[in-house]
């Protein structure tokens, strides 16, 4: 098992030195000339050397790949073209907040998605799973924006039981930082009522975010468990006298659950891209807001530093889904090579 | 009766019901249909006590489906529009057969398939035992490992705390052998259990098989399409042609001289295997075409008008052999 790990680890750090080659590459085609942008529009030929000399973009193409990789593996990303803080300083704040809200939605994709998909086995067509059907293909058609402002309009602004936008009241502000996950950072500091607060502001942009993650965690627990039950253990375990519903809630989930394990990797995914909007729509301070400033200023070291870090927390992600799939199935740690 | 290992058995009948000269297993004008199928049709059947009957056709004939009624585990869409399995003179059909799990064990045919691949091998078996076996975890885990020596299955203390994938095929098998004895079962049903194996191992299982049920003093229900193994395993054999019973005897004197046009034809063409007869007209129909009365008459040289009409009772020849056909006595036209 834990050879198993270190090769899985391993396995993921080629991936990542590709991303930061890539990112160099996209951050050297995507802007133009960045040292026209830097300079603004109004630059004169020599102001534009200038920044060239300065930014070392007047360098052969290799050693500023060369510096670059040297860079990012040291921890410096730079500082934002825009603002000119370095942007490692931005990502601190700005990263648990996405993941503290990726990571709710992702629980609430996982957490409800899962005995939905089995519900709708063991009512294999019936009223049940038709239902379930309907809402999960419903979810996965919904555009998340469409649905974050429906939710704003009925919760917040119609019915006014929860709030508009923001990870906490301005009378709370923040909780002193340790890990910038609020709902933690509240408890370490014992303040009660903002950790209630941010639990409050999470909700609606979680559940939102986690709308289409649940529909297919749901519909590949389904056909998991539905596909599990045709085997020939089960019949064996049929003769054993085991009952039907001990046999599909409890003997064959874990089997079902091996395929579902799988999408959870893609599954974050999905949820850091849908996060951009999300984010966007309820003024949430994370990676999604920061990412769109920076597209819209030009910040290429900030879009840079954001690719990099979804990138790390991606790779980690994948880690974890492999590790846990081993853990649930045996065979898959001495399967691979 | 010898026993080898350390515990007594338990004794298989439950009251005073039962007899030494009641067979154990009783099937009686079981009809099955799945859907529009008509899986068997009348099937009669007794696995004498402390015997074994072996059941031999075609694959497709409905020897599985036979099993999966008497196990309570018929696919979802069966009935059984008519006939009774009683289980030591208890009908385990209409009644809950839960009651008689663990009283009946189980060797399926596919050892690869039949332990699921993410749960320990040894807690598998234990989940069975806590369901079906008296006494205590603990009991349970030194029955079980005293039965792993007797199905020969190295190192069983390890065995217990792998996993299925770290066995061989012929090792799981010996695994589900102790599994289906694990719980002091009066019979055995075993559905083709050495299918899926090499040839040497085939040998070694079917002994063991055979060894176990002897010295146990079990019944064993074996179905094969394989007239060697039946040899080796079954002092008595059942001969099914699409679902239908068409002889039953004592194995030697059915092999050595069959008596129903099917079986004389099958084991003419195919003195090895229960597989299709290759040279002759027709082919088996299918589940949901069978033809009314004798369902071989299409392709049968002695077929009659009568043949048509309704299937044929079983006429007794004298010592134990029954067969399903009135004009067996007669010689083929072009033989
Ligand atoms: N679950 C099922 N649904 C429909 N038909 C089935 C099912 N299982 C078996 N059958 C049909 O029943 C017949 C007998 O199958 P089976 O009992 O498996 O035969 P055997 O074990 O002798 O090969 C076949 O025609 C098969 O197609
Ligand atoms: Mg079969």
Redesign the interface.
Known sequence: MARYILRRVLLALPALFGLILLTFVLTRVIPGDPAATLAGDAATPAQLAEIRARYGLDRPILEQAFVHVRQVLTGDLGSSIFSGRPVMEEIVFRLPATLELTFAAMLLSIGLGIPLGLLAALNHNGPVDHLIRIVSVGGLAVASFWLAIMFQLLFAMEWDVLPLRGRSDLAYGAPPFHTGFYLIDSLIAGQGALFLDSLWHLILPAVTLCLPGLASIARFTRSGVLEALQ???V????????GRFHLAAI?VL??AI?VTVTQIGLLFGALISGAVAVEAIFDWPGLGTYAVQAILSADYKALLAVTLVVGVVYAVINVLVDVLQAL????VA?DIR | MAISSGWPIQPSAPSGAATIGQPVLSIENLSVHIGPARILQEVTLQVPRAGTLGIVGESGCGKSTLLRAVLGILPGGATVPKGAILFDGEDILTDCAATVRGRIGYVPQDPYLSLNPVFRAGDQIFEVMRRHAKGSRADHKAKLIELLRAVQLPDPEAALRKYPHQFSGGQRQRLLIAAALACDPALVVADEPTTALDVTTQREILGLLRQLTVERGLSLLFVTHDFGVLAAVCDRVAVLYAGQVVEHGPTRAVLDDPQHPYARMLLACHPDRATDLGGIPGTVPAATAQPPGCRFHPRCPLARAACAEAPPPMLPLGAGRSVACPFHAEAFARA
């Not at chain 1, 019949?235 to 085991?242: E, F, K, M, S």
């Not at chain 1, 649930?328 to 065979?331: A, E, K, N, Y």
């Open positions: 085997k020939d253990y019949l064996y375990a049929r003769a054993a006298g085991y003997y874990r089997n091996t649930i199935d045996p065979r001495e």
